[in-house]
């Protein structure tokens, strides 16, 4: 069983729905989760970083962490065609400094 | 500021030659990382720097694969000789310092053996 799970899609939305990505992990030592965006032939880049549990929001996007459950969420409002790519969930236990990446959902909005 | 550099950016090759990648890391940025990146599949660490320093190689295959960061900025990662399973993306990534957990990348380089 891999450590970070993720759906690999691929999932295919209408322009302005909300879009919900997810990934569940084993390792109760993870503390820091990111969410990376990958555009096709491109390097992952950076797109929501939180710490422990909570939530936290930067325009349309808000991320979720449940560190009871495992379970982490990813969540586009008003979705637009430019962010279809690849959304790669990634978190790391207090210093590691090593990311453990899953499988990336791969993400399409049609207009 | 300037992104993570990589070149090339494609390099087709026929099995059992060598082959070099090139990462030069934001500046600044003391901790380097080479990913794997297989087609379909989240990145995988090969190797960490700090500074010129190799700190975590443990998933490196050192039987073919070495990698080396001598003034402690731009770093390079060697494959000799390929072998057909080794065609994927290698990224390289960078962070300010040690304990920083938030990794920018670079374009990746995407390597095919024929």
């Known amino acids: 069983q891999k450590e970070v799970e993720q759906d690999p899609g691929p999932l295919s939305v209408p322009e302005g729905a909300i879009v919900s990505l997810n990934c569940t992990y084993s390792?109760?030592?993870?503390?820091?989760f990111m969410w990376y965006r990958q555009y096709s032939r491109k390097g992952p880049e950076l797109l929501m970083y939180?710490?422990?549990?909570g939530n936290k929001e930067d325009g349309r996007f808000t991320a979720q962490v449940d560190k009871s459950s495992k379970y982490i969420s990813l969540f586009i409002r008003d979705s637009q065609p430019s962010d279809s790519a690849t959304y790669l969930c990634a978190m790391s236990s207090q210093g590691a400094q090593k990311l453990v990446f899953g499988q990336g959902t791969r993400l399409t909005i049609n207009p | 500021e300037a992104g993570v550099v990589q070149s090339p950016r494609y390099k087709i090759i026929e099995k059992k030659q060598p082959v070099a990648f090139w990462c030069n890391p934001i500046s600044g940025h003391n901790t380097l990382y080479w990913y794997l990146q297989n087609l379909g599949q989240g990145p995988e660490l090969l190797i960490r720097?700090?500074?010129?320093?190799?700190?975590?190689d443990s998933q490196l295959p050192k039987d073919r694969f070495s990698a080396e960061r001598l003034k402690g900025v731009d770093s390079t990662l060697k494959i000799q000789p390929a072998e057909l399973g080794d065609s994927a993306v290698y990224l390289c990534?960078?962070?300010?310092?040690?304990?920083?957990?938030?990794?920018?990348f670079g374009p990746g380089t995407r390597l095919t053996v024929l």
């Open positions: 720097y700090e500074n010129e320093e190799a700190v975590d």
């Open positions: 939180t710490y422990s549990s």
């Open positions: 390792n109760s030592a993870f503390q820091y």
């Open positions: 990534a960078s962070s300010p310092r040690r304990g920083w957990n938030e990794q920018f």
